[in-house]
């Protein structure tokens, strides 16, 4: 849910949860020092970190090509790294620390071309086992898109979208229309460009 709502723009009310949520994250790694809670702890951090980059003034959402990666808080994406390799070394580890991990992958890149798709596919892989999610589904439809070429990751998004299980989720049907055009698809199929 924090992911999810602080990928869908900036409002002030979330503006205002984030640190709260770190703060509420440091102090449940304090009273319960597990390797999930080091997960859930880097998630935020790592998250917080890239919110600038990602938001416009406007609250809208900025794509990953087009991000300031100077706007990032080194300091959180270090402690967020660091707390999310501490929880994948326990090998106790659940949803928080994957995505606190495909997080760091793109907290860790220098540019969109260099984010290691490579790296996010196995861990959305994991992810769909813990429990599975369209969501997740979608997400990995794209680093596959990403890191195999489009087609594949059309291919993987049209077989979700036809489960309609995403059907109000606005991002599911946005996210084909990046890669129609790499695809080569110009007509005939169901995106809009």
Do not use: K
């Amino acid at each position: 849910m924090l992911t999810n709502d602080s990928q869908r723009g900036g409002t002030p009310h979330l503006i205002e949860l984030n640190p709260a949520g770190i703060r509420l994250g440091r102090l449940l790694l304090d009273l319960l020092p597990e390797p999930e809670v080091l997960g859930l702890l880097a998630l935020l951090l790592l998250q917080e970190s890239r919110r600038a980059a990602r938001i416009s003034a406007e609250g809208e959402l900025i794509l990953l090509e087009q991000q300031d990666r100077s706007l990032r808080n080194r300091d959180q994406i270090a402690e967020g790294i660091s707390l999310t390799e501490s929880a994948l070394r326990s090998r106790r580890f659940g949803a928080y620390t994957l995505q606190a991990a495909v997080a760091a992958v793109h907290a860790e890149a220098s540019s969109a071309a260099s984010t290691d798709w490579r790296q996010i596919t196995p861990l959305y892989d994991r992810l769909l086992r813990v429990p599975p999610s369209p969501v997740v589904e979608l997400n990995r439809a794209v680093a596959v898109a990403m890191c195999e070429g489009p087609e594949r990751g059309l291919r993987l998004i049209d077989g979700l979208l036809a489960r309609e299980e995403l059907a109000n989720y606005h991002l599911a049907h946005s996210a084909p229309c990046g890669f129609v055009p790499q695809a080569g698809t110009t007509s005939g199929g169901p995106y809009f460009v």
